[in-house]
């Protein structure tokens, strides 16, 4: 699969509801010094969210979700907390937790890791705010504590070659991938049927592995003029919205990446697990606000992507797209084969979109330079390269959570799985419902 079309999503994440707030989990800070690790990092929660929801005050992008104690909202919105506050608190916070003891039990640990992490990044992000220039690689491994690593022209220009083998007519590679591609559209009529079976068929495969809390479910709206293909909005009580983005024409392939990526195992599963787990059963309040450029984005995107193969391992998807999903929306599968044979060779382009993105940003080309890159060396369209850079622009180096995320969850996964399938779910679902960042995959 292109991994153009799939970077366009982004997500979302956290989960769940106030019971812990209510029960007085999250007890303020100051009044007495808890003893042990556990208690002490309790107390790490309300003044992180506090800190998260503050910051959004000054990035409209920042605050992805939240549904935690609508009073700390409240707070935020009344008090606008300047950005040098904000630094000061948040470096305060990270003293705070250097001299709490590295807790024994791993959840803990992973829990003090997890602030920690998330404190900085969101340290840096209030610096790039107040003007600090990051080159691309310094902004990333701030935000998300990780580098994508760098391609040359010829790397993509070979996969290229490999890939015009295989495409029929005359033209560029791009353009011919282009055309070729477009035969694979779903009718925009029937796109909601085929999403909808698309995401009962992700969420069968889901459940069988993997366990669900009562009530979990979600809305889907079909939207325009967005800089992504799709978003998972994250409600809170185990609900989300999933929006759709039809301003450019929706493959037949996208039906499941967008199921899986968006609903089962991707963001909904995810941040209902997030809730169930870490927010109800352990009172853990800071899972009730999702900042977005943060290392858990990371986590959550790279999990979104990778659960497509988790939900569809080997040959079961192109089975099921030829038996289902082709037929639905009116294309012979006679054709599947092929495409998927063109798409995952193209899917091997997935980095030049970030190596598009560092030139860029770094300012070392243009916008209409990178529109170009793109167009050459990820194969976009004139039109989706413009959309991809309205992407780039807005949320930088973001761009490396779809494919270097899935490519450090994967990893980490079959590794733990040792070709197992259902150690593999078990590793992924445990990802899933833990504080786990970046640098814990290792
Ligand atoms: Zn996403």
Redesign the pocket.
Same mark, same amino acid.
């Given at each position: 699969m292109p991994y153009d079309y799939r970077m366009h999503?982004?997500?979302l994440i956290i989960a769940a509801v106030m019971s812990a707030a209510a029960s007085g989990c999250a007890t303020s800070p100051s009044v007495t010094a808890p003893t042990n690790s556990a208690a002490q990092l309790d107390s790490i929660s309300e003044p992180y969210v506090k800190l998260v929801l503050a910051l959004g005050k000054h990035d409209a992008d920042y605050v992805d979700a939240y549904y935690g104690p609508p009073q700390w909202k409240a707070q935020a919105d009344s008090v606008k907390l300047p950005l040098q506050e904000i630094a000061t608190r948040a470096s305060a916070l990270v003293a705070r937790l250097g001299g709490i003891p590295r807790p024994a039990d791993e959840m803990l640990r992973l829990r003090h890791s997890y602030f920690t992490a998330q404190l900085n990044a969101l340290a840096a992000r209030v610096a790039m705010l107040q003007g600090r220039k990051l080159t691309f690689d310094e902004e990333s491994r701030a935000l998300y504590n990780a580098v994508s690593p760098s391609h040359p022209e010829s790397y993509f220009q070979q996969i290229i070659d490999s890939l015009g083998a295989l495409l029929p007519g005359d033209g560029t590679v791009g353009e011919r991938y282009e055309r070729y591609r477009a035969q694979f559209v779903i009718p925009p009529a029937k796109l909601d049927t085929v999403f909808r079976i698309a995401l009962a068929e992700c969420k069968a495969r889901t459940l069988r592995h993997m366990q669900l809390p009562p009530g979990e479910q979600f809305r889907i709206e079909y939207v325009k003029n967005k800089s992504w293909s799709g978003y998972?909005w994250y409600q809170g009580n185990y609900q989300s919205l999933i929006q759709i983005n039809t301003d450019l024409p929706i493959a037949i392939d996208r039906a499941v990446d967008l199921a899986c #990526? /968006?609903g089962y195992p991707g #963001?909904h599963a995810y941040n209902v697990l997030l809730e169930q787990h870490l927010v109800k059963q352990r009172g853990w309040l800071e899972y009730t606000v999702y900042p977005l450029f943060s290392p858990q984005s990371l986590i *959550? /995107?790279g999990s *979104?992507n990778y659960g497509i193969e988790m939900a569809f391992p080997g040959r079961e998807r192109i089975e099921y797209e030829k038996r289902a999903l082709w037929p639905l929306a009116g294309l012979d599968p006679s054709g599947a084969e092929q495409y998927y044979r063109i798409l995952d060779m193209a899917g091997r382009l997935a980095y030049a979109g970030n190596e598009a993105a560092r030139r860029y940003l770094d300012g070392r080309i243009n916008a209409a330079e990178a529109a170009t890159w793109l167009n050459k060396y990820a194969l976009y369209s004139p039109t989706r390269a413009q959309q991809r850079l309205r992407f780039i622009d807005q949320y930088r180096s973001y761009v490396i959570n779809y494919n270097l995320g899935k490519d450090m969850v994967r990893d980490y996964v079959e590794k733990a799985a040792a070709g197992n399938s259902e150690r593999r779910w078990q590793t992924f679902t445990a990802l899933l419902t833990s504080p786990r960042l970046p640098g814990d995959l290792k």
């Open positions: 999503h982004r997500s998972n #990526h /968006e #963001h *959550a /995107e *979104a």
